[in-house]
Antibody, heavy 115, light 110 residues
Framework: QVQLQVSGPGLVKPSETLSLTCTVS????????WTWIRQPPGKGLEWIGY???????NYNPSLKSRVTISADTSKNQFSLKVTSVTAADTAVYYC?????????WGQGTLVTVSS | QSALTQPPSASGSPGQSVTISCTGT?????????VSWYQQHPGKAPKLMIY???KRPSGVPDRFSGSKSGNTASLTVSGLQADDEADYYC??????????FGGGTKLTVL
């Protein structure tokens, strides 16, 4: 059973860049989409985007201008960067493995945007 | 792309059945058989309960079932148990390699 672990700063200043990494263990990254999803406090889930194991990416149109997802296959890691953050980007950020559905999730990490 | 529409809340007594709806459009729910449902307990990551409209992952009780009619998908929980109390989210493929979530439904077991 694959396991996913999110890591990164829990506090980011407004206008700066949010950076998170998801480390995959216990399985191969091949054949799957590796996805970022976030959840503002008390609110619902929002799909951010994914990177396919081949390197192709796709992003939520509402976030596309500020989001980059990349992968380091040698380390079994994929990363998220969100630029020019505001308080609206405060959320629990999850990474997930996806083929036809999000079948494995990381534990999530709260990122707060505040000065 | 707009979020799928779910009722904010649903409830039922232990042993009863409850159905949660998820309404989209012909561009998402109605256009593809890639609807999935997730259960989320407070402070926990979501857990996949149903995929491809009606398929259950290994380990998910058969009390959970999914269906779809037109632009509306549904999750039915039968034989309600206390541990079923959680938030439930639907998700659908929305074309052009995009996906969309529903706003979530809080299920209360009375």
């Amino acid at each position: 059973q694959v396991q996913l672990q999110v890591s990164g700063p829990g506090l980011v200043k407004p206008s700066e860049t949010l950076s998170l990494t998801c480390t995959v263990s216990g399985g191969s990254t091949s054949g799957y989409y590796w996805t970022w999803i976030r959840q503002p406090p008390g609110k619902g889930l929002e799909w951010i985007g994914y990177i396919y194991y081949s390197g192709n990416t796709n992003y939520n149109p509402s976030l596309k201008s500020r989001v980059t997802i990349s992968a380091d296959t040698s380390k079994n890691q994929f990363s998220l960067k969100v630029t020019s953050v505001t308080a609206a980007d405060t959320a629990v950020y999850y990474c997930a493995k996806n083929k036809v559905a999000f079948d494995s999730w990381g534990q999530g990490t709260l990122v707060t945007v505040s000065s | 792309q707009s979020a799928l529409t779910q009722p904010p809340s649903a409830s039922g007594s232990p042993g009863q059945s409850v159905t949660i709806s998820c309404t989209g459009t012909s561009s998402d729910v109605g256009g593809y058989n890639y609807v999935s449902w997730y259960q989320q307990h407070p402070g926990k990551a979501p857990k996949l309960m149903i995929y491809e409209v009606s398929k259950r992952p290994s380990g998910v009780p058969d009390r959970f079932s999914g269906s779809k009619s037109g632009n509306t998908a549904s999750l039915t929980v039968s034989g309600l148990q206390a541990d079923d109390e959680a938030d439930y989210y639907c998700n659908s493929y929305a074309g052009s390699n995009n996906v969309v979530f529903g706003g979530g439904t809080k299920l209360t077991v009375l």
